[in-house]
């Protein structure tokens, strides 16, 4: 509505899931944020890159590599640090505030 | 197929047979060879065997299980298959390989999900690897996650690992691409911030190794060089921002205009991601861990470059 009116800009909006999608295509625009028991798990989206391909992120902060999502207002996710497809279509990309910023490498 | 004499001194009491894998060397002449065995909930326990050719019922009445008949023992090889053995078949831990057997009562069967595919499994125990087998999709590129309900991170599940189907809650396991990294530009919030808010153009690049951080078209002393702006390379190191990157690089290279050469300590190249820069060798040893970051290299390099001589 907001996009509609021209107000709010953004490439993705957090819809949070109790459970990670599986093989199940996450329609553009969307980050779907795995939270389950109060632990966030996942961020999932397809590639923006071009391949489409599911991207899984990691939340765990045990783990390597990992990333750390956070919301605004409006659910528009920052997501740090970058995220770097090394296959498929190798792009590199953050998201702040909702939006997609290419890196050039 | 025993074959040793227990008087014979070239026989060591002893052989651990995961001690010889773990050191890539065969097993030495002993009284007895040690495996290791798990039951159905994959408690693990030690086995010391007379023979080092078992069959499958000698590990079994080792172990003390009865009636044999009606179990079964797998050899669990270092990739994480299982291979059967059967009861009169013989197991040359010698050449194999494996050290670790988990023996189970068959006619059972666990239910469990795989990319919410149903799948059915005959043995309580399964590896990283079935499972990444069973699912369709490569071992060496594709990871596998065990879901965890209810508050607690989902577990990676490595090839080698053994998960008991039996325990409640063990039933969705999902398989993902191992293809997203952290950006090689893993830089820290608080440079982010500075960078983002003292308005410098940045360009993060990698060559797998080291990670760059490339400030585009930095304003030079006015005067002072024979280009009014260069980009400039640091370096980050692993570690960093608790490691201390080290010099600087610039490109185009800059000379002197009062002097016409090169500052001092400024006259070596050095290449990276495909272009020549001019390393301005600048040492810190006063780096403060938690402290420094980009704003602290930024400063050191605007204070060498005012300063150059």
Redesign the interface.
Known sequence: MLRRLGLLDFNFLVKRVARHPGKTEIPAGELWLVIDGGVKKWACLSCPGGCGVQISLSLNPERRPRWEVDQDFWQRPTVSPSIHQQKMCRCHFWIRKGMILWSKT | MQTQNPGDDSHIPLEDVSAAIREGRSLRLAHLYRIMVADEQLNERNLDLGDPVPTGRQILQAAGVRPVADYSIYAILPSGEFEDLRLDETYDLRERGAERFVIFQTDRAFKFTI??RQMEWGKPSISGKILKTLAGVPTD?YDV?L????????V?IRDADLIDLSKPGIE?F?T??R?????????P?AD?RYLDSHGFAV????DGTHTGVVLKQMQLPQGKFNHPAADVLVILPPGYPDVAPDMFFCDPWLTLVSAGRYPTCADQPHAFMGRNWQRWSRHNTNWRPGVDGLHTMIKRIEHALAEAK
């Open positions: 990319d919410d590129t996650y879901e965890v309900r209810g508050g607690g991170q989902d990676l969705r999902i993902l691409i293809d997203t990294t952290e950006g090689l530009a893993a830089l919030e982010l360009e993060v690049v990698g």
